[in-house]
């Protein structure tokens, strides 16, 4: 991690209208001010999965204002951690950041029953990353 006081982690995905969605919100409500927090896409969705949408507030997370953003150069460069969800998504490579590709079902077309074990995982491997790069003091 650079020496930088506050770390940043762009999630990436396709649409970026499930999965990332869920993992940047998980981190911005874990972490709060300690981590800078983005999420894009390659081909963003007009709007966030409704499924995810509504998996996310059963467990006390609104993202009902999030829109789908694209995948920029900028941002990569921007972050110090860039995690890709599983979903063959290419990011440009910059060296000194630190890639990681978590492997997740997509939730595209499913239903909140379908969208909560995704949610789920995806929230342990949240905890897991802000114990390593943003512990609370």
């Not at 981190?27 to 999965?49: C, E, F, K």
């Not at 997509?106 to 949610?119: F, K, M, S």
Request: charged share 20%; with cysteine.
């Amino acid at each position: 991690m650079p020496d930088s006081a506050t770390p940043s982690v762009l999630f990436v995905c396709v649409h970026n209208a499930g999965r990332s969605q869920m993992a940047a919100a998980f981190l911005t409500h874990l972490a709060g001010d300690r981590v800078q927090v983005r999420s894009a896409g390659s081909a963003p969705a007009d709007t966030v999965n409704p499924a995810v949408v509504q998996a996310m507030a059963e467990v006390g997370i609104d993202i009902t204002a999030e829109v789908p953003k694209v995948l920029t150069v900028e941002a990569v460069q921007a972050s110090d951690v860039v995690i890709t969800m599983g979903c063959g998504d290419t990011c440009p490579v910059f060296p000194g950041k630190r890639y990681l590709d978590w492997e997740l079902p997509d939730p595209a077309g499913q239903g909140v029953e379908a969208v909560r074990p995704i949610r789920d995982e995806i929230e342990q491997r949240i905890r897991g990353l802000v114990d390593e790069i943003a512990p609370a003091n």
